[in-house]
C-alpha cells in the first residue's frame, strides 16, 4: 500500500485507537511472567482499584487484548512453569471460587449464592481486564454523547427455546426479551429515512467494484418490510445491477427461485439424512448443478453462525438457516437425527431476538450487579444500560462476593485425591504475583481446552476430549464515524460484502433504552459494526478455525485499521465520505478463542450421546466441575447459563 493511498484513507490521523497501548502496559507485568515477589492480593495497587479504571471505553484491540493471554499461551507451550518463582499463599479461603468472568461464571456464582445463602463466600478470577468473557461492551462518547455497541455476544437468541433456568436468570434480571423488543427497538426510523440492505461486490473477487442497493428480501430489518421489498426487488432486477456474468445470474435465479426435487423418490427423513452429509457448496455444484461463478456470493453467507464458509458447512444446516434451494424437496420441517445441535434448533424454530446497545454484556452487568450491588449502581434492566461501573468495588475485603481481574489462573488442584477432596487449590497470577487461594469447591466456567492445563492430573481420556474442543475465532470491529450523510445519499443501511476482508458493515441498530439514546438524525455522530471470520476453505472445519485463531493472532491493528478504513472508502464515497476526515474511533474485539465448537457432521463422527467430548469432557473431578459453553458444545447465552446451573449442582450434590 503506498503512503499517498494511506493518507487518502487516513492511516496518518489522530483518532482514538492508540490507547490500546496504556492497556498492553497496565498488563505488561502479566506478560513478563511472575518474579516471586511476595506481596498479598490486597496490598497490591491493583489496576481495578485505581480511579478511572474503566475498560469498556477503552478502545483500539480489545477482546483477547494484549496481556490477556500470553501467560495462558505459556502454559500451554510448557515453558510457564520453567520461569515463575514460588506461588504466594493468600490465606483467601472461599466456598467457591469461579475460573471465568464470562456470563457462565457469572451466573454460576449466581445459582451458587441461591443455594448456598448469601454469606456464601465467591471469588470470580478473570484473565481480561473486564468481565463479561465474550459479552463485552465498547463504550464510546462521540460528540459527548455516550453510544454503545456490542464487542462479542450480541443477541438474546438461540436456536432452541431458552430453558426455564435461563429463562428464569433473565427474568430474575429483569429482562423480558419480547416486551423489551417491542418497547425499545426503534426498527422504523432506518426505513422511514428509505435505507435498506446493499451488496458491494469488490473488483479483486467479482472484477470491479461496485455497489448495489436493494437486495431482495432483504431490504429492511422487519418482517413487514421484508415482504414490502421482495415485492418491489425480483432477484432478476437485483442481478441485472451486478457485474456477474450471465450465466452466474441465471444460476442463482434458479437457486433462489426454481421449486425442483433435486432428489426424487427420496423420504424427506432421507434427502435430510444425504444432506447432512454434503456441504451446501457440494449440493450447489453437484445436486442444484450451478454454475461454478456462483460460489463466491454465497461462500460466506454461512460464517456469521458457524466460522466456516459453505465449503465446510451440511447443506441441511443451510437449509435450516434459510439458504435457498431446497424449496421443491419438500423438506419437512424439524431435527433430523443426525443434524448437528443449531441446525435441528433452528429447524424446531429459535427464541428471542432482542438486544441491548451493548449486546449481552448489559447481562453481564446485571448479574455483577445482582452479585456486587455497589459496582453496578441502579435497579433495572433498562437503567443498567448507562449505569457507570465502579470497578474498585468488584474485589473488596469485606465483600461475601468478589471478583478479580488481570488474573489468568494456572493451577487448579484437588486438595487430596479427587474422591476424597475437600478442598481445592487455585493459583493465579496477576501482574508479577503468582497467588494461591482455597476454596471448597471450583466451577471452572474457562475455555474447555484450557482445562487439561490447569488441571494436568485430569484422566488422560478426559483431558484429550478438552482439547477437542477448539472455538470458532472472530473479530468484530465498532467504527465511530463523524456523520452517516453518506448512508443517507445512498440509501443504505447495512451492506453486505461477499468478497472483501470485512464481510459486511452496518449502522449501528436503532435503541433507545432507559436513558440511553441512539443517534436519529444522519449529521450525528453514529457507531459502525464489521465483522470477519477468519478461515481457511478446503480444509476440515476445525484446521479452519486453528489457521483463523492463527491469523488473528497474528494480524497488527494498523492492518485491522487500513482494511477497515479500505472497505468504507470503496463503499460510501459515492455518498460523500472521506475516510480520513469521517473516522473517529476504531475498536477491533479479537476473539481468537471465539463460539463454542458445534458439531460438524461433515467432519466429525457421529458420536452417542455420552461419547461426545463436550460430555466426556465436563465431567466432574473431585470439587472441581466444569462449565462454560463449550460443556454443551453450543455458542449461546442460554446454554452458558444452563451449563453453569449443572456445574453448580454436581457440586453441591443433586
Ligand atoms: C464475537 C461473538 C459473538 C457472539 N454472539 C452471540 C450472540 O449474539 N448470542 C449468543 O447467545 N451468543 C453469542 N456468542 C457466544 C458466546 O460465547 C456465549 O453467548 C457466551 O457469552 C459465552 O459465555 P461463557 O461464559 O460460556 O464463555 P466466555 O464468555 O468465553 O467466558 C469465559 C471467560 O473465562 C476466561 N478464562 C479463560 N481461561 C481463564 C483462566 N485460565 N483464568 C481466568 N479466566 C479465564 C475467558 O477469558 C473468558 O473471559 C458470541 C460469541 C462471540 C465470540
Not at 487484548?65 to 472461599?94: C, M, N, Q
Amino acid at each position: 500500500m503506498s503512503d499517498s493511498h494511506d493518507r487518502y484513507l487516513g492511516m496518518d490521523r489522530p483518532i482514538t485507537r492508540r490507547d490500546f497501548m496504556n492497556g498492553a502496559a497496565m498488563a505488561i507485568g502479566a506478560a513478563m511472567l511472575p518474579d516471586g515477589r511476595a506481596f498479598s492480593a490486597t496490598e497490591a495497587p491493583e489496576p481495578q482499584n485505581q480511579p478511572e479504571y474503566d475498560p469498556a471505553r477503552k478502545t483500539g484491540l480489545r477482546g483477547s487484548h494484549p496481556g490477556s493471554f500470553e501467560i495462558a499461551h505459556s502454559l500451554r507451550d510448557g515453558t510457564f512453569w520453567d520461569s515463575v518463582g514460588k506461588s504466594v499463599d493468600t490465606g483467601e479461603a472461599y466456598d467457591l471460587v469461579v475460573v471465568g468472568g464470562g456470563i457462565s461464571g457469572l451466573a454460576a456464582a449466581h445459582f451458587f449464592r441461591e443455594r448456598a445463602g448469601t454469606s456464601s463466600r465467591i471469588l470470580i478470577l478473570e484473565n481480561h481486564d473486564d468481565f463479561g468473557g465474550h459479552a463485552k461492551r465498547n463504550e464510546f462518547h462521540l460528540g459527548g454523547r455516550l453510544q454503545l455497541l456490542n464487542g462479542g455476544t450480541f443477541l438474546i437468541d438461540s436456536p432452541t427455546p431458552y430453558s426455564q433456568v435461563a429463562d428464569g436468570l433473565l427474568k430474575k434480571l429483569g429482562i423480558d426479551p419480547p416486551k423489551f423488543d417491542t418497547k425499545f427497538t426503534d426498527r422504523k426510523l432506518y426505513r422511514s429515512l428509505g435505507l435498506q440492505s446493499a451488496v458491494f461486490f469488490d473488483k479483486e473477487t467479482f472484477g470491479e467494484d461496485r455497489l448495489v442497493v436493494g437486495t431482495p428480501g432483504r431490504g429492511w430489518d422487519d418482517e413487514e418490510s421484508k415482504s414490502e421489498t421482495r415485492k418491489t426487488i425480483s432477484w432478476e432486477s437485483f442481478l441485472a445491477k451486478t457485474p456477474l456474468a450471465p450465466e452466474v445470474k441465471r444460476s442463482i435465479v434458479r437457486v433462489q427461485e426454481a421449486k425442483v426435487d433435486h432428489m426424487p423418490g427420496l423420504s424427506s427423513a432421507e434427502k435430510k439424512a444425504r444432506l447432512s452429509k454434503m456441504s451446501y457448496r457440494d449440493f450447489l455444484l453437484n445436486v442444484v448443478k450451478v454454475d461454478p461463478g456462483v460460489i463466491p456470493f454465497y461462500q460466506r453467507q454461512t460464517e456469521g453462525e458457524w466460522g466456516v464458509g459453505i465449503d465446510a458447512e451440511p447443506a441441511l444446516d443451510c437449509w435450516a438457516l434459510g439458504l435457498p434451494g431446497f424449496q421443491g424437496m419438500g423438506l419437512e420441517p424439524g431435527a433430523a437425527p443426525n443434524m448437528s445441535y443449531s441446525a435441528a434448533g433452528y429447524a424446531n424454530g429459535g427464541s428471542y431476538r432482542f438486544h441491548f446497545p451493548d449486546g449481552n454484556a448489559s447481562i453481564a452487568r446485571l448479574l455483577v450487579r445482582e452479585l456486587i450491588p455497589s459496582a453496578v449502581p441502579g435497579h433495572t434492566a433498562e437503567d443498567v444500560v448507562t449505569a457507570q461501573a465502579d470497578y474498585s468495588r468488584l474485589d473488596r475485603e469485606d465483600a461475601p462476593i468478589r471478583l478479580r481481574l488481570n488474573s489468568t489462573v494456572v493451577r487448579v488442584q484437588n486438595a487430596r485425591a479427587p474422591d476424597s477432596a475437600k478442598e481445592v487449590e487455585i493459583t493465579y497470577a496477576r501482574g508479577k504475583q503468582l497467588l494461591k487461594v482455597r476454596s471448597k469447591g471450583c466451577v471452572l466456567a474457562c475455555w474447555n481446552m484450557m482445562i487439561p492445563y490447569l488441571c494436568p492430573d485430569l484422566p488422560e481420556a478426559q483431558k484429550d476430549a478438552l482439547h477437542y474442543l477448539v472455538k470458532i475465532p472472530l473479530v468484530y470491529a465498532s467504527v465511530g464515524i463523524r456523520n452517516w450523510t453518506s448512508f443517507q445519499k445512498l440509501g443504505i443501511q447495512n451492506i453486505s460484502s461477499p468478497g472483501s476482508y470485512w464481510s459486511g458493515i452496518s449502522l449501528n441498530a436503532a435503541t433507545n433504552i432507559g436513558e440511553y439514546r441512539g443517534p436519529t438524525k444522519p449529521e450525528e455522530p453514529i457507531l459502525l459494526h464489521l465483522s470477519r471470520t477468519p478461515n481457511k476453505p478446503g480444509l476440515p472445519a476445525r484446521e479452519q478455525h486453528k489457521f483463523g485463531r492463527y491469523e488473528l493472532l497474528t494480524t497488527t491493528f494498523e492492518t485491522f485499521e487500513r482494511k477497515i478504513r479500505d472497505l468504507l472508502a470503496r463503499t460510501l464515497s459515492a455518498g460523500g465520505f472521506d475516510p480520513a476526515r469521517d473516522i473517529e474511533a476504531i475498536t477491533v474485539n479479537r476473539w481468537p478463542h471465539g463460539y463454542g465448537y458445534e458439531y460438524n457432521p461433515l467432519f466429525d463422527p457421529d458420536w452417542p450421546e455420552d461419547r461426545r467430548p463436550n460430555v466426556i469432557g465436563r465431567k466432574q473431578f473431585g470439587r472441581i466441575t466444569i462449565a462454560n459453553t463449550d460443556s454443551a458444545a453450543t455458542a449461546y447465552t442460554d446454554t452458558a447459563i444452563d451449563q453453569a446451573y449443572r456445574a453448580v449442582n454436581e457440586l453441591m450434590g443433586n
